[in-house]
Nanobody, 123 residues
Framework: QVQLVESGGGLVQAGGSLRLSCAVS????????MGWFRQAPGKEREFVAA????????DYADSVKGRFTISRDNAKNTVYLQMNSLKPEDTAVYYC????????????????WGQGTQVTVSS
């Protein structure tokens, strides 16, 4: 079983930065595709970013390109989401997810999910 624990959320002013972390335990972390998703109140959960294990290729939602950076440290079994130039519309619960194989990294068909961490951006 894989367990994911997010941390690093909080309250920040618009234009500020936060770094989210997701600690992974239970299986060989380096084999997993890791993703970040977010869900704002009253909205569907949406893809934010993903990183593959083999070539470290990354994908981003258009809404966060140029502002967010996903990275991973296989030695620490941790994936990060550096969020810069935050906007009020980035306010959401952010979830970390893991999957061994997936056709589209932007889909929600990941096998494992964390409990989420709240990010609130004030204007």
């Amino acid at each position: 079983q894989v367990q994911l624990v997010e941390s690093g959320g909080g309250l920040v002013q618009a234009g500020g930065s936060l770094r989210l972390s997701c600690a992974v335990s239970g299986r060989t972390f380096s084999s997993y595709i890791m993703g970040w998703f977010r869900q704002a109140p009253g909205k569907e959960r949406e893809f934010v970013a993903a990183i593959r294990w083999s070539n470290y290729r990354t994908d981003y939602a258009d809404s966060v390109k140029g502002r967010f950076t996903i990275s991973r440290d296989n030695a620490k079994n941790t994936v990060y989401l550096q969020m810069n130039s935050l906007k009020p519309e980035d306010t959401a619960v952010y979830y970390c997810a893991a999957v061994l194989s997936i056709r589209l990294v932007t889909s929600k068909q990941y096998d494992y999910w964390g409990q989420g961490t709240q990010v609130t951006v004030s204007s």
